[in-house]
């Protein structure tokens, strides 16, 4: 019995591994039938795709091709053909503008070296190979044609003149629209889509040499004169702010960035800024001064809680007062130095405020800056913002500071 249900076995695995051989044969046989027949009609076996879900349904049938068969796939196997071809013709453009990019980045690296204008907006290399004259020089008789130094320098001047027209009238444009609360503009989207001509910005783009026309590029500040970068946008209240300051110093808010002087001052005393400074510093210095108190103000505890009833939050950067807070120096004038703050508080670096740390609500403490760097810092903070002299007790250690009051002991 035991040998009976053995052979019984070897005999319905030998019959399964015929059936599967056949089936093979079978399918082998239809798709050398097929690739026959096409071969006959012109087709080359390179035209076949290798990878194609259709095309192996189509020919890996065991079903043997009758003429009603072939007539029912031949116009599906020639689609497909058709698609295929495509395909590598556009996968062999691809690499080939691929090989353009690279020649013109070579190119125009090159070009970069020889710019001496500061003044001229330029494109990173993404947003050059977009350009309607770089575009149409890569892809000249299906980007067949290598990018030479003679071929680039052919347009690339006018490249660089239509980038200019497009992104200062896209930075003008940018100014006169509200401002978000992060950089909101992409050079990438909308390209193209803007309807306003150079013609209709050249009487807008004069405002982009105003001393009040400052973008934040990349988390850094910086003029539109300056060399481009991938993401610009317009910090919130940062025209405002800036038209303020220009107005404290007895200059007009369309003055150019190139006019104003350069020894300005804030009188703020604080420790890193008590030296003349660019106007831009100048600006961003007092802009985050202002956004501190703000944030402070609009995140604190109920004003009625005993805690906050005699702590003090002072706007030394006020905006809306009219003494000013900074001072334009003359050609003939010296800025005094500075009184040196002085302290005899023993703390170490990076140190919290209590009275802020009271003050503001748990949930928004991640969004305001508390943390100051040195006890110079700190001190200089307590007297300007809560106008208190600070004690020891008045600073809460932050959990960097462990490590500083380790050192010091």
Same mark, same amino acid.
């Given at each position: ?137 890569? &892809? ?8 030479? @130094?003679?071929?680039?320098? $052919? +347009?690339?001047?006018?490249? !660089? *003149? #239509? ?54 590029? &990349? ?8 060399? @481009?970068?991938?993401?610009? $946008? +317009?910090?919130?209240?940062? !025209? *405002? #702010? ?168």
């Amino acid at each position: 019995m035991l040998q009976h249900g053995k052979a019984v076995h070897e005999w319905e695995e030998r019959m399964r591994r015929e059936q599967y051989d056949e089936g093979v044969r079978a399918q082998n046989k239809r798709k050398a039938s097929i690739e026959q027949k096409l071969l006959e009609m012109g087709y080359q076996i390179s035209d076949f795709p290798k990878w194609s879900y259709d095309w192996s349904r189509l020919l890996g049938q065991p079903r043997e091709l009758t003429p009603r068969i072939w007539k029912q796939i031949q116009p599906k196997l020639l689609l497909i053909i058709a698609c295929e071809k495509q395909r590598k013709l556009a996968h062999a453009l691809r690499t080939r503008m691929d090989m353009r990019k690279a020649e013109v980045k070579q190119q125009y690296q090159l070009y970069l070296k020889d710019v001496l204008d500061d003044k001229l907006l330029l494109p990173n290399i993404w947003e050059l190979v977009i350009l309607p004259e770089v575009k149409a020089l890569m &892809s000249e008789e299906e980007a067949t044609i290598e990018v030479t @130094r003679e071929r680039f320098m $052919g +347009v690339v001047s006018q490249a !660089v *003149d #239509t980038f200019n027209l497009e992104e200062r009238a896209r930075l003008v444009k940018m100014l006169q629209e509200p401002a978000l609360r992060i950089p909101d503009y992409n050079p990438y989207e909308g390209r193209g889509k803007d309807t306003t001509t150079p013609m209709d910005a050249e009487g807008d783009v004069e405002k982009l040499n105003h001393a009040t026309s400052i973008f934040s590029c &990349s988390r850094r500040k910086f003029h539109p004169d300056a060399p @481009r970068r991938p993401v610009v $946008g +317009v910090l919130e209240n940062i !025209v *405002d #702010t800036a038209s303020v300051v220009l107005k404290m110093l007895g200059l007009s808010s369309h003055t150019a960035h190139t006019e104003v002087p350069k020894k300005v001052v804030c009188l703020c005393g604080r420790p890193d800024f008590q030296q003349p400074a660019e106007f831009l510093e100048l600006v961003v210095h007092i802009k985050e001064e202002v956004r501190w108190y703000k944030q402070t103000m609009s995140n604190r505890r109920n004003p009625s809680e005993p805690t906050d009833q005699e702590i003090t939050i002072h706007n030394d950067h006020d905006l809306s007062i009219e003494n000013p807070f900074v001072k334009l120096l003359l050609d003939d004038e010296t800025l005094l130095p500075p009184d040196s703050i002085t302290h005899n508080l023993d703390l170490p670096n990076c140190i919290e405020c209590r009275f802020c740390v009271q003050l503001i609500t748990p949930h928004s403490r991640s969004s305001i800056s508390l943390v100051h760097q040195t006890a110079t810092d700190f001190v200089h903070h307590v007297r300007t913002k809560h106008q208190v002299e600070p004690t020891n007790e008045d600073a809460s250690y932050s959990h960097n500071s462990a490590a500083t009051l380790d050192d010091k002991q």
